[in-house]
Nanobody, 119 residues
Framework: VQLQASGGGLVQSGGSLRLSCAAS????????MGWFRQAPGKEREFVAS????????YYADPVKGRFTISRDNAKNTVYLQMNSLKPEDTAVYYC?????????????WGQGTQVTVSS
């Protein structure tokens, strides 16, 4: 499976961005999907996940109430709507196919998209 993330950019604090991740080469509808991020000098961390049916979602505490993960199985795409962005959200954001929704363990990675939030 190949994952192509897009939608990153430069935004002011308090602004919004929507990331997209298009999948190809696999059966998207059966995949649990996740978003992760890696800030400079830090380890990659979990941000949000959504199960194959979209009935289950999970968020890391720092983004709860601000970020929303969703998916469109007809378009083989998962989204991350990011509102009320803060400078500490600055990172490279990666989408991933998960091997385990409950633990958020990634199986396949896409390339990242840079999000920069200015203060």
């Amino acid at each position: 499976v190949q994952l192509q993330a897009s939608g990153g950019g430069l935004v002011q604090s308090g602004g919004s961005l929507r990331l997209s991740c298009a999948a190809s080469g696999g059966t998207f509808i059966v995949y649990d999907m996740g978003w992760f991020r890696q800030a400079p000098g830090k380890e990659r961390e979990f941000v949000a996940s959504i199960n194959w049916s979209a009935y289950g979602t999970y968020y890391a505490d720092p983004v709860k109430g601000r970020f929303t993960i969703s998916r469109d199985n007809a378009k083989n795409t998962v989204y991350l709507q990011m509102n009320s962005l803060k400078p500490e959200d600055t990172a490279v954001y990666y989408c991933a196919v998960l091997s385990d929704f409950a633990t958020g363990t990634p199986r396949y990675w896409g390339q990242g998209t840079q999000v920069t939030v200015s203060s």
